[in-house]
């Protein structure tokens, strides 16, 4: 697997990325967000998701990478598959892992930005598209660890770390690595069993 992680995201030292992995454990999926400018700003494509995990929250586009293709041809499928855009060139600028306890589900998540593309986009059987200003976000409809790494996606950073989360509504910490400037972001948060039972 380690052909899926490029040398930004990655090291053979024993000091390696928060986000790091060999694939093991967990399986790679993809993320694409499609960018474009409009006279209010700078809009991203955003998916409600229709079924499966992370049904009902907002997200970018993507989904398990299948066998024999690379991570971008993997990346590209799934953008044309479920909202019908056509990436024409895209980049890979984030790599992260996410690990659901309550679930006992990990995820190895590579992100990529797409300016370049064509087609409107169109509702699938799995995703709503629907354009958002870049700077009105509905983080309350999408996964709470979003919220922490858009602001370097949107910045146009590479960047790579690992979430912990109680569950899909809860982080327990993180660690965020901004590969641009080799800053490093950890918090920590505290967890109560009323935000269990209010889960």
Known sequence: MSELVSSAFSTDTADQPVGYSNGLDGKHY??????????????VLLGMK??????GKFNGF???IEEGESVEEAAVRELMEECSVKAVEIKRVGYLVEIIKSSNMKFYIHIFNCFNFENEPV?????N???FNTKNIP???????????????????????????IHEEFISDFQLIDLDTNT????????????????
């Open 139 to 165: 983080y309350e409809k999408m996964w709470c660890d979003d919220i922490h790494w858009f602001p370097l996606l949107f910045a146009n950073k590479s960047f790579t770390g690992r979430f912990n989360l």
């Open 50 to 55: 229709k079924r499966g995990v992370g049904a």
């Open 123 to 127: 509702e699938s059987s799995e995703m």
């Open 129 to 131: 598209p629907q354009w």
């Open 30 to 43: 993809t993320l694409v967000f499609c960018r474009r400018n409009r006279e209010n700003g700078e809009e």
């Open 184 to 199: 490093t972001t950890k918090k920590e948060f505290q967890f109560e069993e009323s935000d269990e039972e209010d889960h």
């Open 62 to 64: 993507g989904g398990k």
